[in-house]
Nanobody, 118 residues
Framework: QVQLVESGGGLVQAGGSLRLSCAAS????????MGWYRQAPGKRRELVTT???????NYADSVKGRFTISRDNAKNTLYLQMNSLKPEDTAVYYC????????????WGQGTQVTVSS
């Protein structure tokens, strides 16, 4: 089992920045990849970015060049630095951990609201 707790969301003006954090605990040794997803009202949850245990990253086209995913292994924490925020970035952001032991498992945090005003 993996537990994920996000923090750092809030209200920011367009062009501003926010940094989200995701603290992981539990069986984190078996996590293959972590990432951030978001869900805007009336829309499906979508991938924002992922970071594998080998350090490979993947970003949605809509956030490339503006968002950066990183991790602090000593703190078991995943980060999402969001710069040049746009109103269309408004969503609930979820931290995800993908684990493969005997079978694939996905764990999710509770989500943190990011609101970007124009």
């Amino acid at each position: 089992q993996v537990q994920l707790v996000e923090s750092g969301g809030g209200l920011v003006q367009a062009g501003g920045s926010l940094r989200l954090s995701c603290a992981a605990s539990g069986s984190i040794f078996s996590i293959n990849a972590m990432g951030w997803y978001r869900q805007a009202p009336g829309k499906r949850r979508e991938l924002v970015t992922t970071l594998t245990s080998y350090g490979s990253t993947n970003y949605a086209d809509s956030v490339k060049g503006r968002f950066t995913i990183s991790r602090d292994n000593a703190k078991n924490t995943l980060y999402l630095q969001m710069n040049s925020l746009k109103p269309e970035d408004t969503a609930v952001y979820y931290c995800n951990a993908h684990q493969v032991v005997t079978s694939p498992m996905d764990y999710w945090g509770q989500g943190t609201q990011v609101t970007v005003s124009s």
